[in-house]
């Protein structure tokens, strides 16, 4: 099993920064896919970010955060982070992240799943 935790949430005013932060602990891996996912009220869970963990670090954005978030790693490929720039209202969300051990950084079935960390943006 791999447990996920995620932090850094908080309330933000538009145009502020946020810095999540995602701690993996229990069974590891060679490699694997890392990823962000949220989910806003009364709204289907969307794709946010994803990195490939052990395999050249490649990523993947969402159209509506490139530009403006980062999805990265540390060097001991056990805590990932997400770096949230330009927030605005439409990034109110849970932010959930997620790790699965094989495909590619374009799919979306993640096996593992943190339980979320809550996002406001105030206008």
């Known amino acids: 099993q791999v447990q996920l935790v995620e932090s850094g949430g908080g309330l933000v005013q538009a145009g502020g920064s946020l810095r999540l932060s995602c701690a993996a602990s229990?069974?590891?891996?060679?490699?694997?896919?890392i990823a962000w996912f949220r989910q806003a009220p009364g709204k289907e869970r969307e794709f946010v970010a994803a990195i490939n963990w052990g395999g050249g670090d490649s990523t993947n954005y969402a159209d509506s955060v490139k530009g403006r978030f980062t999805i990265s790693r540390t060097n001991a490929r056990n805590t990932a982070y997400l770096q949230m720039n330009s927030l605005n209202s439409e990034d109110t969300a849970v932010y959930y992240c997620?790790?699965?051990?094989?495909?590619?950084?374009?799919?979306?079935?993640?096996?593992?799943w943190g339980q979320g960390t809550q996002v406001t943006v105030s206008s």
């Open positions: 229990g069974r590891t891996f060679s490699s694997y896919i």
């Open positions: 997620a790790v699965k051990r094989f495909g590619t950084i374009y799919g979306y079935n993640y096996e593992y």
